[in-house]
T-cell receptor
Framework: QKEVEQDPGPLSVPEGAIVSLNCTYS??????FMWYRQYSRKGPELLMY????GNKEDGRFTAQVDKSSKYISLFIRDSQPSDSATYLC?????????FGTGTRLQVFP | DAGVIQSPRHEVTEMGQEVTLRCKPI?????LFWYRQTMMRGLELLIY????????DSGMPEDRFSAKMPNASFSTLKIQPSEPRDSAVYFC?????????????FGSGTQLSVL
C-alpha cells in the first residue's frame, strides 16, 4: 500500500463548477500538507500549504485536512479553464516530502 | 529571478550510454532535491542536498545513479549505464533556508528517453 493515495482522474468539469480533489494517507506522523499544481510539460508549483488539521482558504482555493480520517481535500470554486492541470497532494512529517500520483483536472468552457 | 534551471530539456539516448542531467538552483536557496516522475509511480525523491552536502540518498534506485553538488549553484545527476526503465521526467527543485522540505521550487524537468 502506498503511503499517499490519490485518484488519477481525469476529472472533467464545466467552467464555474466546484471541484473537489482528495488524498488519503496512512502515516499518522504526517504534519505538513501541501497541494502542488502541475501544468503540462512544467514542474509542480506550490499552491496551498497547511500545517496539521483544519481549513485554509486562498481566493478560490480551500484546503482541508482531517487528520482523524487521514484525509485531505482541495476545493476549487468557480473553476476556470486556466485551472486545467494536474494537482498533486504532498505531505511530510518533517524531513521528506511524499507526493501523491496526481489528479488530472480538465475545466471546459 | 530565472527560477530553477535544468538542462537539457529532452535527452534521448541508447541503453548503456552515460547520461548527465544538470541543475542550477535559485540563488540563495540552500537545499536541492532531485525527483523522478513516471505515470506509474508519480514523483519520487531520489536525493537531496543541504548546503551542498548529500543528506538523504535512500531514493537512488541503484549504484548506476550518482549525484553531485560541487557548489551552491550547480548539481548533476548521472546515470551510468542507462537502461530503458530509467525513462522518466527528472526534476530538480530547491528551497529557501528555514523552509524545510515543504516549499519547493521546481525546474521544468528533463524528459529522458532510453531506447
Amino acid at each position: 500500500q502506498k503511503e499517499v493515495e490519490q485518484d488519477p482522474g481525469p476529472l472533467s468539469v464545466p467552467e464555474g463548477a466546484i471541484v473537489s480533489l482528495n488524498c488519503t494517507y496512512s502515516n499518522s506522523a504526517f504534519q505538513y500538507f501541501m497541494w502542488y499544481r502541475q501544468y503540462s510539460r512544467k514542474g509542480p508549483e506550490l499552491l496551498m500549504y497547511t500545517y496539521s488539521s483544519g481549513n485554509k482558504e486562498d481566493g478560490r482555493f480551500t484546503a482541508q485536512v482531517d487528520k482523524s480520517s487521514k484525509y485531505i481535500s482541495l476545493f476549487i470554486r468557480d473553476s476556470q479553464p486556466s485551472d486545467s492541470a494536474t494537482y498533486l497532494c504532498a505531505m511530510t512529517p518533517t524531513d521528506k516530502l511524499i507526493f501523491g500520483t496526481g489528479t488530472r483536472l480538465q475545466v471546459f468552457p | 529571478d530565472a527560477g530553477v534551471i535544468q538542462s537539457p530539456r529532452h535527452e534521448v539516448t541508447e541503453m548503456g550510454q552515460e547520461v548527465t542531467l544538470r541543475c542550477k538552483p535559485i540563488s540563495g536557496h540552500n537545499s536541492l532535491f532531485w525527483y523522478r516522475q513516471t505515470m506509474m509511480r508519480g514523483l519520487e525523491l531520489l536525493i537531496y542536498f543541504n548546503n551542498n552536502v548529500p543528506i538523504d540518498d535512500s531514493g537512488m534506485p541503484e549504484d548506476r545513479f550518482s549525484a553531485k553538488m560541487p557548489n551552491a549553484s550547480f548539481s548533476t545527476l548521472k546515470i551510468q549505464p542507462s537502461e530503458p526503465r530509467d525513462s522518466a521526467v527528472y526534476f530538480c527543485a530547491s528551497s529557501l533556508p528555514g523552509t524545510g522540505v515543504e516549499k519547493l521550487f521546481f525546474g521544468s524537468g528533463t524528459q529522458l528517453s532510453v531506447l
